[in-house]
């Protein structure tokens, strides 16, 4: 049986700030387990709910020397879906609200905590075949296992991966903070190495060494090997393209299920979805005092309000859509200057915008089984999980072809009968409303078109069966089996 271990910042259902948590809370559990012991290790935040941490149980604790000083590692452990997840311990780096904060903080105690995670392993027994990083926050263990680690026999073999969830976030720091935080010496900080544009990188440092690289969908690893999307490394990702793989992310489909979904008012599939969906549509138009209408197109956006959401697009053609027979219902939180955006529509337009300026999971779902269309027009996006959230429960998207858009969407091709939504190609406010309007067509004139897409996007399956099946084939090819 071979042996997995993820090294995150973050896991569902502990703590999440994005998607990496999804990922590293839901993939473990789709492995075939007869065959790999996959387990989970994360820092013991003080912001996970009370409630999950009384199901933690003390395993046992050592003290690490570390920036000079002995300090206490503890290890915790809970079983959760059938998974064992572990977390690393130490009240002075992990308390606190929030998981992230002040930035400096963040690069000292995820040092730490790569450290103390590899260092916990002879502690509780449980030696890997591979350890499994994700993102900057862990990028120094592919280096330690190639550094210190390397010396005794129980790390010896061990093989690592980091996977890129979003090549813009790097940890980067001025050389002289990242060597001190890392205990590395000064072979390490070269241009080949750990220093990238006279900065300390440690993301760039878990990319040199790692015995292998994914990212979360087959277009970006394409992508960030050129400039525009490479965020610096595009060189470092071409030299390491042999070693490089696209693995799109899944959604959990027990939780995303339209079937069975508690948050929703009507339950609908595949087969019944004509009739039942839109009673969805009505009950969250009276929530949310839009104009009572089930005919009316409406679209769906949930995001985070920041510029990669391509959301300046929406702001340059706001008026124009609004002139259309739509309804747009907006709920995240983000950027101010987004935020005020669309409550400033939703005054002017009260029958038409509805804008939910916080997050909230039912609404998000309600959102979904509601929406006829779900607008993501990104400037770039790694893989993206709101497009498959949409594609499960009937709601055609309407996105740009980048990253996992591209490899996720299939556009709909009305000669052929072909397509799971709509796309466009150029970051153009103009090319974006082209392809809304053309959905309202096909919605409006077509409509057993439209169901028809429905039905395909329904039939897709991006369960994380499909994923864990090509995470194996890289375990496999890693450990030479």
């Keep these: 049986m071979k042996k997995i271990l993820f090294v995150a910042s973050e896991a569902v259902p502990f703590v999440k700030t994005g998607g990496l948590a999804d990922v590293v809370g839901s993939l473990p559990k789709c492995f ?6 996959v387990r989970v290790m994360i820092p013991k935040y003080l912001c996970i709910k009370e409630e999950l941490r009384n199901q933690m149980t003390y395993v ?27 977390f690393i311990d130490n009240e002075g780096y992990y308390q606190g609200p929030k998981p992230y904060g002040d ?33 900057w926050q862990t990028g120094l263990i592919p280096v330690l296992l190639k550094d210190r680690f390397r010396e005794g026999d129980f790390f010896r073999n061990m093989k690592s991966v980091i996977t890129i969830h979003n090549l813009k976030f790097q940890g980067v720091w001025d050389v002289k903070t ?7 010496p000064d072979y390490y900080f070269t241009p080949d190495k750990l220093e990238a544009y006279k900065d300390g990188n440690l993301l760039k440092g878990g990319i040199v060494y790692a015995d292998a690289i994914t990212t979360v969908s087959e277009t970006y690893a394409q992508e960030i090997k050129m400039p525009f999307y490479g965020e610096g490394l595009d060189g470092l990702m071409r030299a390491r393209e042999g070693s490089l793989r696209g693995i799109v992310n899944g959604i959990d489909y027990d939780e995303f299920d339209p079937e069975t979904d508690s948050y929703i008012v009507e339950n609908y599939n595949l087969r019944n979805f004509r009739k039942e969906k839109e009673k969805n549509k009505a009950a969250l138009q009276k929530e949310l005092s839009l104009a009572q209408d089930e005919s009316k197109f409406m679209i769906g956006i949930v995001s985070r309000l920041t510029d990669q959401k391509g959301l300046d697009l929406i702001q340059c053609v706001m008026d124009e859509l ?25 005054w002017k337009y009260p029958d038409k915008v509805s804008a939910n300026i916080y997050y909230s999971e039912a609404m998000s779902h309600k959102i979904y089984a509601a929406c006829d269309a779900f607008l993501m027009p990104s400037l770039f ?98 450990t030479g089996c």
């Excluded at 990242?178 to 590395?184: D, M, P, R, V, Y």
């Design 322 to 346: 609004c002139q259309d027979n739509i309804q747009l219902v907006i709920l995240g939180t983000g950027e101010e200057r987004y935020e005020n955006m669309f409550r400033h529509y939703a």
């Design 60 to 86: 046992d604790h050592f003290y690490m020397d570390y920036l000079g000083q002995s300090r206490y590692v503890g290890i915790l452990q809970c079983v959760w879906d059938g998974i064992t997840f572990y």
């Design 178 to 184: 990242i060597q001190a935080l890392t205990c590395l």
């Design 32 to 37: 075939d387990q007869e065959y790999y012991d």
């Design 381 to 478: 996006e790694p893989c993206g999980l709101s497009q498959l959230m949409a594609l499960r429960y009937g709601t055609v998207p309407v996105v740009r072809e980048t990253g996992g858009l591209k490899d996720t969407v299939e556009p709909y091709n009305e000669y052929e009968s072909k397509g799971t939504g709509f796309s466009f190609a150029n970051y153009n406010a103009h090319e974006m409303l082209g392809a809304v309007r053309y959905a309202q067509r096909i919605y409006y004139d077509k409509r057993r078109e439209w169901n028809k897409i429905i039905d395909r996007a329904m039939s897709k399956d991006y369960s994380w069966k499909t994923s864990a099946m090509k995470y194996q084939e890289l375990y496999d090819w890693l």
């Design 103 to 135: 930035w400096y903080q963040d690069l000292e105690k995820f040092c730490f905590f790569s450290r103390a995670a590899l260092s916990s392993l002879p502690v509780i027994g449980f030696q890997p075949d591979v350890v499994h990083c994700h993102d």
